[in-house]
């Protein structure tokens, strides 16, 4: 089965309240850099962070990660982004999922999750919206609901934004957004 890329339902865009991402292979290319005192470092594109500022900023939509990893790695980019709740260590992402939801108070129905391994099938089944990059695991691609033409840590995210943006106050959004800080 191919890729699902065509634009979805412009009623269910407007419903997203809560953009929940995962991290290794969403929000970054999945390859992992250690630095000489064995401490572990990631490369997250500035697009996307603009992106997701945007999304805030201008249509409201509320932004969580969900990680499988630990998320002290991704903490200090998440607070330059405003980005909470950040849940880590989760092995079961269909629960956290579910658990992020009632801790921002915005349910299943107004939530949309981007994940590329089958460990996130779990929690892209639960979402309204299910999304992926566009180099996810072929698991992945023929389960969800939209690909992003681009590929994690490469554009992907902010392939979502822009469509929700699209869908919810037109893109490009008006000028007065401040630039993501990093």
Same mark, same amino acid.
């Given at each position: 089965?191919?890729?699902?890329? !065509? ?7 407007? !419903? ?11 929000? /970054? ?37 969900? /990680? ?42 107004? /939530? ?38 681009? !590929? ?24 007065? /957004? ?5």
């Amino acid at each position: 089965m191919a890729p699902r890329s !065509r634009k979805p339902p412009r009623e269910l865009l407007r !419903r997203i309240r809560l953009v929940v991402l995962d991290v290794d292979g969403t929000l /970054t290319d999945g390859r992992l850099f250690y630095g000489k005192e064995g401490e572990a470092l990631k490369a997250f594109d500035v697009r996307d962070g603009h992106g997701l500022r945007l999304l805030q900023h201008h249509a409201g939509i509320k932004v969580a990660v969900l /990680t499988g990893r630990r998320a002290d790695l991704v903490q200090q980019r998440c607070r330059e982004l405003s980005i909470e709740p950040v849940v880590g260590s989760s092995r079961a992402k269909g629960s956290a999922l579910q658990q992020i939801c009632e801790e921002v108070g915005i349910p299943r129905a107004a /939530t949309a999750y981007m994940g590329d391994d089958v460990n996130d099938l779990p929690a892209l089944r639960l979402a309204a919206f299910s999304c992926a990059p566009a180099d996810a695991a072929p698991e992945v691609l023929r389960e969800v609901r939209w690909v992003a033409p681009h !590929r994690a840590g490469r554009g992907a995210v902010r392939d979502l934004c822009e469509l929700l943006l699209g869908a919810n106050v037109g893109w490009p959004p008006p000028e007065d /957004t401040p630039a993501p800080q990093g």
